[in-house]
C-alpha cells in the first residue's frame, strides 16, 4: 500500500510533468521530446539538489516517477483538449507538488547535517529549478524568474519550517505548516496576482 | 598501440566534435567558443551521466577527448568549405560514435550495480545530451526534441541490451548486436525520413 | 579580521553578481529573478568545478556569498541608475575576481591531486561557466563564445600557473605571478579590442 506521502508525490510529479510537456506541445514538440521535457520538470529540481548534495539523485532509486511522467505523456495525447478546462485542478495539484517538493528538499538537506540556510536553498531548488530547465529546453526565459511568485513561496515555506523547528513543534507538525504556507503563499499570488517588483537599472 | 574500441571513440568523439563545431560556425562563434561548443557536445552526455553515477568525469583522466575535439576544429578551420561534401560521412561517424557512446554508457552505469532501467537511461543520456547541451548553447531550441529520432535510438540500444542480456549472451555479442541496432535504428530513421508523432495539445 | 583573500573574494563576487543582475535588470526580470541571475553568475563556475572535482560545492559552507549577491541586488535596486557612471570600476572589479577565481579553481584542482590539464580547464570553469549560465538564463547566446577574450584570459593564467610551477617559484609567488597575467590579458583584450577569429565554415 503506498503511503499518503507517497500518494501526494505521485500527485505532484503528475502535474509538473503535465506542465512541461503542455509547454513542449505548444512547441511541437515530439512524443519523446514532450516526455523528456515532462519528465525534466518533474525530476530536475531534486536532481540538481541531490548531485549538490553529493547522493544517489532520487530517481535512480525508484522507477515512480519515469512511469509517472509516462502517463502523464499519455494523459496529454488522449484528453490534451481537455485539459484547457482543467486548469484549475491543475494548478491546486501543481501547488500541492510544489509544497510537497519543497519540504523533502528542506528535510532531506538537514537530515545530511547541512545547517538550515543551505536547507531552504534546497528546498527552493527542489521545488523550482525543474521550471528553469523545462523553460531553457523550450528555449524560453524561466517563467518564475519574471512574473511570479514561485519560487519565494518555497522559500517562504523553508523559512516557516525553521521557525517551526525554533518553537519545538514535532517533525511532522513543522512539515504540515511549511507545507501548507507555501500553498497558501502559492495560490495567494496566483489568486491576487501579487507580484514582485521589477528590476529596473541602466544596462 | 590504441585498442579497436579506442579507435572508434575517437572517431565518435572526432564526429560529434564536428557536428557542434559547425552549428557554432553558423552562429558566428569566435575559435574558442566553437572548441567549447564542440566539446560540450562530445563529452557532456557522458560527463552528466558521470555526475549523476557520482564517478569521475571520464575525460579527466584522459586527455584525448580534449585533444580530438582541438582537432576537430582545426579540421573546420582549414576544410570547412568541404565539410558540406562529407555529409553522409559524417552521418555514419556520427552514427558509429552514438551506438558506442550508448553501449558505453549501459555498461559503466550497469557495472557501478544499478538496475538495467537506470543504464538505459544512462545510455540514453551518454548519447543524447551533449547534443542538448549544445542547441542550449548556441540558443536553439534542442534538435532531438523535435524532429530525430536520436534519443529513441540509444533506448532502443538499451532494452536490445537487456534482451540479449536475458538470452544470456556474451558481453561481446550483447554489445555488437545492441550497438549495431543504435545504428541501424539511427540509419534507417534519417534514410526513410522516420519521425515520432508531434504531441498536440491545448497549450 | 577577513584576509586579503576574502576581500578580493568578495569584491569579485560582488562584481560578478552585479553582472548578472544588470543583465537581469534589462529583461525585466523580478528582484527575485534578478537575484537568482546574479548569484548563477558568481557562484555557478565554482559550483560546476566542486560538482565535477565530487567536492561540496564552496557556497555550502559559508552563507558569504548568498549575502555578498543580495549587497548587489540591494545595490542595484538603489543606485541602478548611476551604475552606467562605474562601468569602468566594475570592469576592474570583475576582472581581479575572474583573476582570483581563476588562481583558486587552479588551486583546489591541483590540491585534488589531478594533473594540469585538468587544473587548467577547472580554472577556466572557475571563472567563466557563471558567465555562461547567466546568458542561458536570460536567453542569449552566451557572450564569451562570440566576442570576449575571457575565458581564454583564464586558460592564460592557468599555463602561467604551470610555468611557474615548472620553474620552481613559490605558491604564494606563482598565485600572484599567474593572477596578474589573467588581469593583463584581460585589460589588453578589452583596451585594444583583441578578439579571436571567427569561425567560419559552411553550415
Not at 494523459?75 to 486548469?87: M, S
Amino acid at each position: 500500500m503506498p503511503t499518503f506521502v507517497q500518494i501526494i508525490e505521485f500527485i505532484g510529479t503528475f502535474a509538473f510533468a503535465i506542465s512541461g510537456i503542455r509547454l513542449a506541445s505548444a512547441k511541437q514538440f515530439d512524443w519523446f521530446g514532450a516526455y523528456v521535457v515532462g519528465l525534466a520538470t518533474a525530476i530536475g529540481g531534486g536532481t540538481i539538489r541531490d548531485v549538490l548534495l553529493d547522493v544517489t539523485p532520487f530517481w535512480m532509486t525508484n522507477p515512480m516517477y519515469l512511469i509517472c511522467s509516462g502517463l502523464a505523456l499519455l494523459w496529454v495525447i488522449l484528453f490534451g483538449k481537455y485539459l484547457i478546462h482543467l486548469n484549475n485542478t491543475f494548478f491546486i495539484f501543481d501547488s500541492i507538488g510544489l509544497a510537497l517538493f519543497t519540504m523533502v528538499g528542506v528535510g532531506k538537506t538537514l537530515a545530511l547535517g547541512h545547517p538550515y540556510w543551505v536547507a531552504i536553498i534546497m528546498g527552493g531548488i527542489t521545488g523550482s529549478a525543474g521550471g528553469v530547465l523545462r523553460d531553457v529546453f523550450i528555449n524560453e526565459i524561466p517563467l518564475i524568474f519574471r512574473r511570479e511568485i514561485y519560487a519565494m513561496a518555497c522559500v517562504i515555506g523553508g523559512i516557516m519550517f525553521w521557525i517551526c523547528d525554533l518553537l519545538g513543534l514535532t517533525l511532522i507538525m513543522t512539515q504540515i505548516i511549511s507545507g501548507i504556507s507555501v500553498f497558501i503563499v502559492r495560490f495567494l499570488a496566483v489568486k491576487y496576482q501579487i507580484c514582485l517588483p521589477i528590476l529596473k537599472g541602466e544596462h
